[in-house]
């Protein structure tokens, strides 16, 4: 994948599912969010995070997010679009985040993990950054002949962890703005209680 995400920066909201500014899309995202997500709130990391529209749905819910993306582009936008919330953002490799020493209740990446070189790498990295109970939660996908099968990422996360549970959301529109004919889903694995 050759996509230049800091020249992708200043359109990225216009999709959609990336941007919520359809207040439908936005409700969407927010419900499935919070069915996702723990009832408590504690420490959220979203890799990947764009342009933030995601990390801002979790901060509203009472999350402490911190937002990691490789471009300084998105990043700035997604400073911009949570301010106010307490939220860091970092510029980094979603992959091997620049959080050493720290750990999280919740990790979500949304169509991050397809585009990643070593993605079972970056998978056991991230389960070693959450808490235990903590939730990782994985919006991915095959589309245009490219992604990740739902199947390969539930096989690599069932080894890792006490629970994976897989919901497709292809069938849903309300989440992308339109009809999608191609696989969209969630993997939210959980990870084995102290």
């Known amino acids: 994948m050759d996509i230049d995400w800091d020249d992708a920066a200043d359109t990225f909201d216009q999709e959609p599912d990336h941007g919520l500014l359809d207040p439908v899309v936005r409700a969407a995202w927010d419900e499935r969010l919070g069915g996702w997500l723990p009832h408590r709130p504690g420490e959220l990391l979203d890799l990947g995070c764009g342009t933030g529209s995601l990390s801002l749905l979790a901060a509203a819910r009472g999350f402490r997010v911190t937002g990691v993306d490789l471009s300084p582009r998105m990043t700035e936008r997604a400073r911009a679009k949570l301010a106010g919330t307490g939220a860091e953002v970092l510029i980094g490799d979603a992959a091997r985040p620049p959080v050493e020493g720290r750990a999280f209740d919740v990790i979500l990446a949304r169509h991050v993990v397809w585009a990643l070189p070593d993605d ?16 990782l939660i994985l919006v991915e996908g095959v589309w245009n002949g490219t992604g990740i099968p739902a199947e390969r990422l539930t096989a690599t996360l069932e080894g890792l962890t006490a629970e994976v549970r897989h919901e497709r959301l292809s069938g849903d529109a309300r989440l992308w703005g339109r009809e999608v004919d191609d696989d969209r889903y969630v993997v939210v694995a959980t990870a084995l209680a102290a």
């Open 120 to 135: 079972e790498a970056a998978l056991r990295h991230w389960w070693s950054l959450l808490r235990p109970g903590g939730r």
